[in-house]
Nanobody, 114 residues
Framework: QVQLAESGGGLVQPGGSLRLSCAVS????????ANWYRQTPGKQRELVAG???????SYADSVKGRFTISRDNTRGMVYLQMNNLEPEDTAVYYC????????WGQGTRVTVSS
């Protein structure tokens, strides 16, 4: 089990960029997958990007080419670089370790609006 804390959300104009960070504490992190999910009111939480312990990466089709996930196991950090943001990216973003049955952060809100 690990503890996660997100930061870096905020208000940005369409076409802008944000970098989300997730600080992870716990000895098991290096062998766990790390993921970013997002959720909007009335919708299920959706997987945005994931990176396995071995470094394999996957993205939701809606963010491919715009978002980049990375991890630094030595520092216990997970990042989500978000470029060319669209209003549809507005959501609460959650850092996750170990998949849907794993551990979650408290979320950070991203608002894309002019």
């Amino acid at each position: 089990q690990v503890q996660l804390a997100e930061s870096g959300g905020g208000l940005v104009q369409p076409g802008g960029s944000l970098r989300l960070s997730c600080a992870v504490s716990g000895n098991m992190f290096s062998i766990m997958s790390a993921n970013w999910y997002r959720q909007t009111p009335g919708k299920q939480r959706e997987l945005v990007a994931g990176i396995t312990s071995g470094g394999s990466i996957s993205y939701a089709d809606s963010v491919k080419g715009r978002f980049t996930i990375s991890r630094d196991n030595t520092r216990g950090m997970v990042y989500l670089q978000m470029n060319n943001l669209e209003p549809e990216d507005t959501a609460v973003y959650y850092c996750n370790a170990g998949g849907r049955q794993g551990d979650w952060g408290q979320g950070t809100r991203v608002t894309v609006s002019s």
